[in-house]
T-cell receptor, first 115, second 113 residues
Framework: NAGVTQTPKFRILKIGQSMTLQCTQD?????MYWYRQDPGMGLKLIYY???????DKGEVPNGYNVSRSTTEDFPLRLELAAPSQTSVYFC??????????????FGNGTRLTVT | GNSVTQMEGPVTLSEEAFLTINCTYT??????LFWYVQYPGEGLQLLLK?????DKGSNKGFEATYRKETTSFHLEKGSVQVSDSAVYFC????????????FGPGTRLSVLP
């Protein structure tokens, strides 16, 4: 059972370049999320999706775009990379239901450096 | 807004020592509380949770009790192992939806043999 899979694991970008971080999950979860993790900070939500075709901004969406064409995939696009986007990016998924909190399932992260 | 505060790290302990990682929270409602663990090179994994006051979450020898009167959810383990070396995140959510999770900054634990 693969869970949440992210690619690539590492990437170095030059300022102004663009790239797409891939995320796929095989648990049939309807909710998916992108977080960034900066040193000494908690995770910050970039974008989330409640199902195919539906996305919404989180706390720090500027400089990023997402799409959700299928239940399984939730890619994150960086346009015009900036040094401030140097971070570790985590994709997560969940299946909210009644009766109690639904835990987040995380991928192993993508470490991005913009120079 | 809601927030989570954790003790500053890093925490360095010898194997078999007692562990406490403090976590306090601020919330407008009645949140569920969580501890997540991140092992080197991996994503976060749910360690334990508690959904209401006085609940005790436990897993892998770790425990935390939801204390509403002190707005705390401290993580404890009686005897740590080298394999417990990781970063620990306290988090809260007031509903079932991941977009409303609030994470603390994380506390790095190193256990020495």
């Amino acid at each position: 059972n693969a869970g949440v899979t992210q690619t690539p694991k590492f990437r170095i970008l030059k300022i102004g370049q663009s790239m797409t971080l891939q995320c796929t999950q095989d648990m049939n979860h309807n909710y998916m999320y992108w977080y960034r993790q900066d040193p000494g900070m908690g995770l910050k939500l970039i974008y989330y999706s409640v199902g195919a075709g539906i996305t919404d901004k989180g706390e720090v969406p500027n400089g990023y775009n997402v799409s959700r064409s299928t239940t399984e995939d939730f890619p994150l696009r960086l346009e015009l990379a900036a040094p401030s986007q140097t971070s570790v990016y985590f994709c997560a998924s969940s299946y909210p239901k009644g009766g109690g909190p639904s835990p987040l399932h995380f991928g192993n992260g993508t470490r991005l450096t913009v120079t | 807004g809601n927030s989570v505060t954790q003790m500053e790290g890093p925490v360095t302990l010898s194997e078999e020592a007692f562990l406490t990682i403090n976590c306090t929270y601020t919330a407008t409602g009645y949140p569920s509380l969580f501890w997540y663990v991140q092992y080197p090179g991996e994503g976060l994994q749910l360690l334990l949770k508690a959904t209401k006051a006085d609940d005790k979450g436990s897993n892998k020898g770790f425990e935390a009790t939801y204390r509403k009167e002190t707005t705390s959810f401290h993580l404890e383990k009686g005897s740590v192992q080298v394999s417990d070396s990781a970063v620990y995140f306290c988090a809260l959510s007031e509903d079932n939806y991941g977009q409303n999770f609030v994470f603390g900054p994380g506390t790095r634990l190193s256990v020495l043999p």
